[in-house]
Structures are given as structure tokens and as C-alpha cells.
């Protein structure tokens, strides 16, 4: 695939996730198509609820570095997120400079495995940023010995699951989920398979149905009395459901 194809079709990606699915939706199909899911320890979330994160990302491993940080911004390109891992969390990585000037060139957002500040104005700035809390004190403020040299462009780690460069990352309101870029593909196959099915059973639902009904809860509770192992997931492909 070309350049400009290859570019369509992430664009497609963001598009399809910003308008129509949500990251669960995108978990449920990653497991199902057999796709490694980068899930973070959870805690990871949008500064305003109703933010939605997709992008390729640059990873940052800033061990308490400001400059590490602005030169990972100064060098990403439109479209991109910011991952910042750092060794502590006591500290804010982000705030509303470096987001005015990631805005201004056209990055995705971020995504903070720690604290931010300034939160009043990243809020109007608009910009996506995903992290753990609030605090107002930055990494220049730190004394020396808790500084070190950051890079970019690395694999971090947040909590167990390491991030490379070029990953995707898609966040909303229940959090951050990462896949590899190679994998996008199968993922969003399968999630379009989801959705389709998720739309039909929840339009079965408001037209009166009940759920247990819809999803032979009984015939589930009768074979998990024969085999407590009685795998559900099998029991609604039999019936060409999905939850």
C-alpha cells in the first residue's frame, strides 16, 4: 500500500473510533481477533469526559526531564500522541504551554502515566490529555537528585504493558488501550463485526425485549450446572451474539 492509501486508512481509523466506537468495543474485538491489547493500570483518564484520543504514538521516558518532553513535542507530527512514562508520579509533565504548542501543530493529544497542571486552561485549550491527576508543581521545580536525562522515541512501560513507537493508542472515558499498528487491521474488522451485532441487540432491547431471553441465560445457568466450566463466550457464538 502507498503512502497516501496507507494515510487514508488511519485516517479512517481515527475517524470510525472518534464517531463510532468506544475503547471497549475495541478491547472485545482485539481479544477476539487474537490481537495483543496493551491495557495500563487503570486511572488513565480524558481531563474532560467527553475527550476521545486515537493516534500513532511517540513514547516518552522522561525520568523527571522537561527538556526530554519539549523535544518530543517539538519533533512529533500531526496526528501523533505524546505518551509520557515517568518514575514518579508526584510531579505534573504537562502543562498548558507544551499543550498550546502540541495544539498549534496539530498533534492528537496526550497521554500523561502521571500528573498534569494548569488545568483550567488545558480544558480550553481542547486538546485531548489523558493522565492520572492534577498537581501544580512541574519537573524544573524538582531538586537535582531526583533529575535525570529523558528520551524519546523508545519503548516505556506503563505498569506491565510496554509501548512502542508507532503504536496505536485509543482512549475515551473508561480509559487508554494500546495495539500495535501492524494488528489495526484485524481489530477493526472484527470490531465492525461487534458493532453491527451490538447495535442489533440493543435495538432487540429497546423494542421490550429482555436481555436473559435474548442471551438464553437459562440454557447458559442449565450448562453451567452440568460443567461449572461451561465456557459463555461459546454459548453466545452458538447463538451469533456478542457482549
Request: hydrophobic residues 45%; proline residues 7%; charged residues 20%.
Amino acid at each position: 500500500m502507498g503512502a497516501v492509501g496507507m494515510e487514508d486508512t488511519m485516517s479512517e481509523y481515527v475517524r470510525r473510533f472518534q464517531e463510532q466506537y468506544s475503547t471497549a468495543l475495541l478491547a472485545d474485538a482485539g481479544f477476539r481477533a487474537g490481537v495483543p491489547v496493551g491495557i495500563p493500570p487503570s486511572g488513565i483518564i480524558p481531563l474532560a469526559r467527553d475527550q476521545k484520543l486515537a493516534g500513532p504514538v511517540v513514547p516518552v521516558r522522561v525520568n523527571n526531564d522537561l527538556i526530554a518532553i519539549l523535544g518530543a513535542v517539538h519533533q512529533a507530527g500531526p496526528g501523533e500522541v505524546i505518551v509520557l512514562a515517568n518514575r514518579t508520579y508526584e510531579v505534573a509533565l504537562l502543562g498548558d504551554l507544551l499543550a498550546t504548542e502540541a495544539s498549534r501543530k496539530g498533534l492528537a493529544g496526550f497521554v500523561v502515566d502521571g500528573l498534569v497542571r494548569d488545568t483550567t486552561t488545558l480544558l480550553e485549550i481542547g486538546l485531548p490529555v489523558f493522565c492520572r491527576g492534577t498537581l501544580p508543581i512541574g519537573p524544573l521545580k524538582l531538586p537535582a537528585e531526583l533529575k535525570g536525562l529523558g528520551e524519546s522515541g523508545v519503548p516505556v512501560t506503563l505498569g506491565e504493558v510496554t509501548v512502542n513507537p508507532g503504536d496505536w493508542v485509543f482512549g475515551d472515558a473508561d480509559g487508554v488501550i494500546f495495539f500495535p499498528a501492524d494488528r489495526l487491521p484485524a481489530v477493526f474488522e472484527q470490531a465492525e463485526e461487534s458493532w453491527a451485532r451490538e447495535e442489533a441487540l440493543t435495538a432487540e432491547l429497546r423494542g421490550g425485549a429482555a436481555l436473559g431471553d435474548l442471551l438464553d441465560i437459562e440454557g447458559v445457568l442449565q450448562k453451567r450446572a452440568a460443567d461449572p466450566k461451561a465456557d459463555f463466550n461459546a454459548h453466545l457464538a452458538e447463538r451469533g451474539r456478542a457482549i
